[in-house]
C-alpha cells in the first residue's frame, strides 16, 4: 500500500506547537508508511522535531504559514481572513490530495466551515457530521452529530446514523452496531417535531441496526454503539458529561480532604480509582472525525496531548485502509 | 392564617402508597396549619395512617378511589379514561378549590397532561413547565422546562425565564437570580434558531437578570441559577445528569472492590464521600413544581421516599405564604 500523507495543523489546540509535534513523530515510529506534513511556523516546528532519527525526518515534510486562527475567533471570519493559517492552509493540502487526512485540535467551529467549504463534501452529503466517541460503561459510543449543524432535518439525522453505523463498523470494530436516536422516551410516539418525523425513517432503513430511541440517562450506561442527535443536543450532552464528571471529581476531592481517615483512604484507593476511571478515558480512541467530506478530517479535544494527537493520526490510517469514504460514497 | 389543604395522590410512584402516606404524616406533624387529603384505595390509606395520634388524624381526609394510572400509560388516554383514578380525582380536587394544592409522584405525563387540561393555565400563560431543581456545586439550579413543552416557541421561553425567577426569588430565597438560556457557545450570535430568536427577547426583558448563554459543561458548576431551555433539551440534561452521576458511581464501586488496599480505603473514606454527595442530592428541596396553573402542582421523582413527599407538601405552602401564583399572574 501506497504511503499515507497527514496534514497535521500544528498550530491549533492549547497545547501547540510541541505537543502537535510530538504526536506525529510518535506516530512516524509506530507507522512506517506514514508521511506527516507539518503545518505551522517552520522555524518552530523544526526546531521542535530536533533529531528522531532518519528514519523519521525523510517522512517528515513542513509547510511554513505566518497565520494562526485562535481558538475564539469567529469562524467564518477567520477561514476567509486568515488564507495563510496553519488550519486553512493543512486543509488545502487535503483539497489539493497533496494529504489523504487533516487533523487539528484547533477551534472548532474553524474546522467545521473549512472542512465543508475547503475540502467539501461528497456528493449526495447534505450536511457534513462531527461524531465524537464518548465514555461509556462498555466502553464507547459515537455521537453524532456534534457538529455545526444546528436545526437539522430528518433527512441528515437518518445520514448521520448511517455514516455513523459505517464508521463504528469498519473503523471502531464493531459489527453491526446498534443505532438509537435521542429521546425524551423510550415509546415510539414521543419526541419533538424533529425526532417524531426522523423515528420512521430510521426504522425503514435497512442498512443500520436501529434499534429505537434512547433517553440520555441511558447514554453512559452504554446502550446504543451510535446515538443520533442533532447537532445542539449533540453539543449539550458531549460538554454536560464533561461538566458532571468534573463536578464529581470536585466533589470527591473535598471528601478526601475532609478529613484524616478519609485523606488515609484516598490514599489506599486512589490507585484502583485512576485505574477504573481511565476505562473511562477517550484518548486511546482519538479524536473526532468529521464525516461525509471529500477527504479525511479529524478533530481532536482543545487540550489534546501528544498521545491524542498519535491517535488521531494513526486513527486516519484506519479510514483510509478500511476505504471509509469509498464506503459512504457508495451508501450515501 | 386559614387552613392550608394539599391533595396527595398516594397511588402514583414506586412506593405507593406506604412512603406518601409516611410523607403526609410527617408533614402535619411539622405543620400545624396543614391539612391533607389522602386519595386513593381508602381502606388501604387508613390502615397505613393507623393511629399517629388525634392532633393528626383530625386533619386527614379520604378519598377514596379505585383506578391508578401507572408509569408507563399514555398520559393522554389514562386522563381522559381512568376519572375515577388517584391521580385524576386528586387534581379535581384542586380545580374545584377543595384543595390548595396537589402533590404526586405518578405518571409525569399524565401529571403534565392533566395539570394543563383538569387544573388549567393562569390567564396569559401559553404553556405551563415543569421546573426540577438539580444539584450544583454551589447549591442547586432551576431547569426550566424539563416538561412536555416540546418544540417551545421564543415568547414560551421567556415566561419560563420569569416563572423560574420568581419561582427561585420567592421560594427557594435567591435574591436577584440569574438566568441563563442554554446554548453551544457563550456567544449571542451562536444557536440555533429557538436560541437565536429567544436570546435577544430575554436580553430586553428587564424583570429577570439575564446574563446570558450557559453551555452545558458549566451547569453542574452552579453557574445560573434559573436555566432556561426547551423541554427536549431539558430532558436531556436532566437525564443525564442522572445517567453520568450513576455510571460515575458503578466505576468507583468497582475501583474500591477491586484489591484489598482499596476496600479498606473505601472503608475509611466511604462516610466523608457519602456526606459530600449527600449536598449533590434534591430531596431536601422538594419536589418540581410545575408553574403557570391554576392551582399549584408538585410532581415528586417516581421513587421518592417519606421525605421527599414532606418536603414536596410543605413547599406547597411556602408557594402559598409566597403568594407565588398571585406574583405570576401579576407578571405575565
Known sequence: MADFIVALDCMGGDNAPEEPVKGAIDALKKDKELRVILVGDEATLRNLVQDPGEDITSRIEYLHTTEVIETAEPPVKAISRKKDSSLVQAMKLVKDEKADAFVSAGNSGAILVGGQVIIGRMPGVKRAPLAPLIPTEKGFSLLIDCGANLDSKPENLVQFALMGSI??????????????????????????????????????????????????????????????????????????????????????????????????????????????????????????????????????????????????????????DQRLNEIIRDNI
Open 167 to 320: 464508521y463504528m463498523e469498519h473503523v471502531m470494530g464493531k459489527k453491526n452496531p446498534t443505532v438509537a436516536i435521542v429521546n425524551v422516551g423510550a415509546e415510539e410516539e414521543k419526541g419533538n417535531a424533529l425526532v417524531k418525523e426522523t423515528f420512521p425513517l430510521l426504522k425503514a432503513e435497512e442498512r443500520i441496526n436501529f434499534i429505537g430511541s434512547i433517553e440520555a440517562r441511558d447514554i453512559p450506561s452504554g446502550y446504543a454503539d451510535v446515538i443520533v442527535c442533532d447537532a445542539f443536543v449533540g453539543n449539550v450532552i458531549l460538554k454536560l458529561y464533561e461538566g458532571v464528571a468534573k463536578t464529581i471529581g470536585h466533589v470527591l476531592k473535598k471528601a478526601f480532604k475532609s478529613n484524616v481517615l478519609s485523606m488515609l483512604g484516598a490514599g489506599l484507593s486512589i490507585s484502583a480509582i485512576k485505574k477504573e476511571l481511565k476505562s473511562f478515558d477517550t484518548k486511546e480512541y482519538g479524536g473526532a472525525p468529521m464525516l461525509g467530506l471529500n477527504g479525511m478530517v479529524v478533530k481532536t479535544h482543545g487540550s489534546a496531548k501528544a498521545i491524542e494527537f498519535k491517535t488521531s493520526i494513526l486513527q486516519c490510517r484506519t479510514f483510509r
